[in-house]
């Protein structure tokens, strides 16, 4: 069965720590996206990446960096963490061009504290 | 791509065929409508999409009206598992990113 993973389903951080967020794919996706979600403001996507070592901003950046070494490897990056970064944070991935749609991970729910 | 406009929320009764509208006026010639759904806590899970003509698959079936600016999305026999929020998003590709919107909580009932 095809999978998003993400390395945490739970994580609790403090105030100014520097966080990483950790997504894995093994469906060789060329893109792949990190979102938030908070009540009130659905999905809002932070960053994504059509390649390896390409990044691209999407709506809402501020605070965060991403990393792609790999294909299958994107992680999101809290420079450091804030308590409105207290979130959902949801990665997904697709293939280039119409095929199917997005594969998303099941989600980290981040507290900073 | 195309702004869409649904319901905020739809109740159905289980073992009823659910329809949720979508509507996608501004929708231009070479977009997709997309839909997706999200279970409680879950990360959303794509459903199905088209481009002109109907579409079915395991999951849903996906009409189109034949100016494209409107869609519906059927789950023919809801269950107390369908109960989410469905998202309808157009798109020229699946590889775009992509903007969710409010979507529809569809809450089916015994």
């Known amino acids: 069965d095809v999978k998003v993973t993400q390395s945490s389903r739970y994580l609790v951080k403090r105030t100014g720590e520097k966080v990483f967020l950790e997504c894995v794919q093994d469906m060789d996706h060329e893109n792949m996206f990190w979102y938030r979600q908070d009540p009130g403001l659905g999905l809002r996507l932070i960053y994504f990446?059509?390649?390896?070592?390409?990044?691209e901003k999407g709506d809402i950046p501020e605070g965060y960096s991403v990393s792609r070494e790999k294909k299958e490897r994107f992680s999101l990056i809290l420079e450091s963490a804030s308590t409105n970064q207290t979130s959902m944070y949801l990665c997904?991935?697709?293939?280039?061009?119409?095929?199917?749609?997005?594969?998303f991970g099941s989600g980290t729910r981040l507290t900073v504290v | 791509d195309a702004k869409t406009t649904q319901p905020p929320s739809m109740d159905c009764a289980e073992g009823r065929a659910a329809n949720l509208p979508c509507n996608h006026s501004?929708?231009?010639?070479?977009?997709?409508v997309y839909w997706y759904r999200q279970i409680h806590s879950q990360g959303p899970q794509y459903i199905i999409h088209?481009?002109?003509n109907n579409e079915t698959n395991e999951m849903a079936s996906l009409i189109i009206t034949e100016d494209r600016k409107s869609s519906t999305l059927i789950l023919p026999h809801a269950t107390l598992r369908d109960t989410a929020v469905y998202y309808c998003i157009v798109t020229q590709y699946a590889g775009n990113m992509l903007t969710f919107g409010g979507g529809t909580r569809l809450m089916v009932k015994p």
């Open positions: 997904a991935s697709s293939f280039e061009g119409a095929v199917g749609g997005y594969t």
């Open positions: 501004t929708i231009s010639g070479n977009e997709y």
């Open positions: 088209g481009l002109k």
């Open positions: 990446s059509y390649d390896v070592k390409m990044k």
